[in-house]
């Protein structure tokens, strides 16, 4: 992304103004199983949660949560977990959640057709614009896909125009969220992407995990998506294998304000059997390096030191 075009900026305003395959058995109806968690293991996750937050700097507003041996979840980072927040990239996640929801009324389809018109093109993250020509008919599993995988920023505008800002909050209010919303703008198909919590973010992952956010089907096409190992890997899932990183739902969002540059992570962790056994929800704000979207920045590097602690702890 340019440095004079912020992201949040670039999905709110107009294009004249500012220029898959499924996994093998996705957990999404799975239910945890005992087996994590212990006061070492907290421990253990806390202290070094602690150590690099204070490392990478910035204000960091996090929950991380386990499966305890009882079977249940239990909270093991509550750091400032109410915040209000800009979610940045991560809030595609709920738009995401807002479009399955609408297939899964019989409104909508995957395999519904959308034009991909130049006006519509936006830079930055993802795989549309670098096509250099356009005027694909793609589904909108192919929009889902490119959003959630790759990130792609056009591909939240694909999304407003089944889905408007209106009915996107309206849903996610519907499902019992408070704060996870889109911030609309003048074009009803247009938005910013919003804000929500790590408390918040959290209960959309455990109830993406659990098979209750979505129907089984959309629950499973979103984990499929976001736990392909072609996605993004220069946080949480850096320093594994193949398999190990397949174990890992994750999204990540960036972007910088007045408070400095922020990057956040989040998603959920999975077993061998495709139980899902711990949820990160971790926004970090007022950082250094605001230009530095790769794996060097401080708050990414964080990220893959807890990554590897998270999984390992499993």
């Given at each position: 992304m340019p440095a004079h075009l912020s992201r949040r900026t670039a999905l709110g305003l107009g294009a004249a103004a500012a220029a898959a395959a499924g996994m093998s058995k996705p957990a999404a109806a799975a239910t945890p199983d005992p087996g994590t968690g212990s006061g070492s293991f907290s421990g253990t996750i806390s202290d070094k949660y602690a150590e690099q937050k204070a490392k990478a700097g910035g204000t960091w507003h996090s929950h991380i949560a386990a499966v305890d041996p009882a079977g249940q979840l239990q909270p093991i980072v509550e750091d400032d977990a109410d915040h209000v927040t800009e979610g940045y990239s991560v809030q595609k996640l709920a738009v995401a959640t807002a479009v399955l929801d609408k297939i899964d009324r019989g409104a909508l389809t995957l395999g519904t057709t959308l034009?991909?018109?130049?006006?519509?093109?936006?830079?930055?993250?993802?795989?549309?614009?670098?096509?250099?020509?356009?005027?694909?008919?793609?589904?909108?599993?192919?929009?889902?896909?490119?959003?959630?995988?790759?990130?792609?920023n056009t591909a939240v505008r694909m999304c407003g125009r089944v889905v408007p800002a209106a009915d996107i909050n309206d849903i996610l209010a519907a499902k019992g969220f408070t704060h996870t919303r889109v911030e609309p703008v003048d074009d009803p198909h247009r938005f910013f992407l919003g804000t929500t919590t790590?408390?918040?973010?959290?209960?959309?992952?455990?109830?993406?995990?659990?098979?209750?956010?979505?129907?089984?089907?959309s629950c499973r096409f979103l984990l499929s998506i976001t736990r392909w190992i072609n996605g993004y890997h220069d946080g949480i899932r850096r320093t594994m294998s193949s398999a190990e990183r397949s174990r890992?739902?994750?999204?990540?969002?960036a972007d910088s304000n007045e408070l400095g540059a922020s990057r956040h992570e989040a998603g959920i962790m999975f077993d061998t059997n495709g139980n899902p056994k711990l949820t990160y929800a971790l926004f970090a704000e007022g950082l250094p390096d605001p230009d530095n979207y790769g794996a060097t920045h401080p708050a990414v590097e964080a990220h893959a030191v807890l990554g590897r602690t998270l999984l390992d702890s499993l």
């Open positions: 034009d991909l018109n130049k006006d519509i093109i936006l830079d930055g993250s993802g795989i549309y614009f670098l096509h250099t020509v356009w005027g694909d008919q793609i589904t909108v599993a192919n929009v889902l896909t490119a959003m959630l995988l790759m990130s792609d790590p408390r918040e973010t959290h209960d959309l992952l455990w109830r993406l995990a659990t098979g209750t956010l979505l129907s089984p089907d890992i739902a994750t999204k990540y969002g």
